[in-house]
C-alpha cells in the first residue's frame, strides 16, 4: 500500500517516496514532510494498456543472443520462481488474484517474436494462466520435483504466458 500512496503523491506533485511513508508514520507527520519538499511538478504516466514493440532490455539481448547459439539447452526454463510458505489460501480468491495482475501489468501480457532479430510485442490479451495445484501428499520427493520442473518448464518464449501460479499442500 506504501508504493501505491507514494506513487499517487508522486502524480499529485509532492516529492514522496516509500521510505518517507515508513520514516514520517502519521498523516500529520507525513504532510508537513511534503508540505516542506513539494516539487509543484505532477508526474504524468502512461495509464493505458499498452500495445507494440518495445526494446530489449541488456540482459534479454544476451539472453536471445544464447538462444540463438543454442547455448541454452531449454530456453523456456530459463525462469524465475519462488516458494513460499502460507496459511491456507483461497484457490479461487488466487486465482482472481493472478488473472487481475496479468490484466493490470502490461509487462506480464509480453511475448517474444524472432524474425530477423528478436524482439519483444505488448498483447493486448493473453490466454490467462491458470492455477496449478499439487497435493505433494499423494507423491514421493522425486515426483514432487519432477511436477514442479515440469510446471517451470512450461512456458514458451513466443507464445506466453510468462506467468503462472501453483499451490502445493505440505501437511
Not at 540463438?68 to 525462469?79: A, C, R, Y
Request: with cysteine.
Amino acid at each position: 500500500m506504501s508504493i501505491q500512496i507514494s506513487s499517487r503523491l508522486r502524480q499529485g506533485g509532492f516529492s514522496c517516496q516509500v521510505k518517507d511513508i515508513f520514516s514520517y508514520k502519521t498523516v500529520e507527520k507525513l504532510s508537513v514532510y511534503l508540505d516542506h519538499n513539494q516539487s509543484g511538478k505532477a508526474i504524468k504516466s502512461e495509464q493505458d494498456l499498452l500495445t507494440g514493440e518495445l526494446g530489449l532490455l541488456p540482459i534479454q539481448e544476451w539472453f536471445t543472443d544464447r538462444v540463438e547459439k543454442g547455448e541454452l539447452e531449454k530456453p523456456n526454463h530459463w525462469n524465475q520462481s519462488f516458494l513460499i510458505k502460507v496459511l491456507e489460501l483461497d484457490e479461487n480468491k488466487l486465482a482472481s488474484v493472478i488473472k487481475d495482475l496479468v490484466s493490470y501489468h502490461d509487462v506480464l501480457r509480453i511475448k517474444y517474436i524472432k524474425g530477423e532479430y528478436w524482439q519483444q510485442v505488448y498483447q493486448g490479451s493473453i490466454a490467462q494462466p491458470g492455477l496449478k495445484t499439487l497435493d505433494v501428499r499423494q507423491h514421493t520427493a522425486a515426483e514432487i520435483q519432477h511436477i514442479l520442473t515440469d510446471w517451470q518448464s512450461g512456458f514458451d518464449l513466443e507464445q506466453g504466458p510468462f506467468v503462472s501460479g501453483g499451490v502445493s499442500v505440505w501437511l
